[in-house]
């Protein structure tokens, strides 16, 4: 007689700088989600706020295991995902899931997005603003939308990923991906981040799923983008193309 087949070990990686406010409310946010073997890896960049300090008294008290690696240099968010993302698949995550710690993102998409890897071939399922069913707050400023738009259509023309949301920052990643991928040493850093790891994906000649969300915009705290993410953002497609991944 064959065993029930396991819950996969899910670890949600949220970077956080400046966010004392809506970390607690993430977590009782994927907390009430009751979804089986699922924690939260807080990676905290030492935040003059206290959001380290509030994320170890959330692991002490929290019904979800929560654990905590600080780091200290703030040196941007792709450095960030990427030491968390390289704990937990050390500590043995079956699936890991990026998402922001500002609200921004929906937790009631985790379950689908973990369902579509668990039911198709996809390496990686992007939730994704730009797909059918998908959207961004009515609240969101003009300018980020554009900025937005253009940043997708830029990226897709240059690298041809053929996804609608190249720079999702909400994804939920099967560990044999990451692995296949070596996540230890993708270089981008901030936003930049989420376009290099889906341009390895494909250029391993893996698939990317996406399925909609509707992005909020930040209640509490204060946007990471500046014009130095941005710059970089705009240059890494042509290094990308340059470097030979995948090949």
């Not at 907390?31 to 959001?51: C, E, I, K, N």
């Not at 990226?155 to 996540?183: E, H, M, P, Q, Y």
């Not at 376009?195 to 705290?221: C, Q, S, T, W």
Request: charged fraction near 25%; proline fraction near 5%; hydrophobic fraction near 45%.
């Amino acid at each position: 007689m064959s065993e029930a087949p396991t819950d996969p070990r899910i670890t949600v990686v949220v970077p956080t700088y400046n966010e004392r406010e809506n970390l607690p409310k993430l977590v009782g946010m994927l907390t009430d989600l009751q979804l089986p073997s699922l924690g939260v890896l807080v990676v905290d960049d030492g935040s003059p706020d206290g959001t380290g300090d509030v994320a170890e008294q959330l692991s002490r008290e929290a019904a979800i295991p929560v654990s905590v690696l600080h780091r200290t240099t703030k040196d941007g968010l792709g450095r960030a995902y990427v030491a968390g993302i390289v704990r937990a698949l050390d500590e043995g995550a079956d699936i890991v899931v990026q998402m922001d710690a500002d609200l921004s993102h929906p937790c009631e998409a985790i379950p689908r997005m973990v369902a579509e890897l668990r039911r198709t071939d996809a390496a990686v399922v992007l939730g994704s603003r730009y797909v059918h069913g998908g959207a961004v707050a009515e609240d969101w400023p003009w300018h980020r939308k554009a900025l937005s738009k253009f940043a997708n259509l830029y990226v897709n023309a240059i690298l041809r990923l053929k996804v609608r949301d190249a720079t999702a920052g909400f994804k939920a990643w099967r560990a044999s991906t990451l692995r296949t991928i070596d996540v230890a040493s993708v270089g981008s850093n901030g936003y930049a981040f989420q376009v290099e790891m889906n341009y390895r994906v494909i250029k391993h000649g893996l698939r990317i799923a996406e399925v909609p969300i509707r992005f909020e915009e930040r209640v509490d705290g204060t946007s990471k983008m500046s014009l130095a993410v941005q710059l970089e953002s705009a240059a890494v497609p042509w290094r990308l193309l340059r470097s030979g991944i995948g090949k």
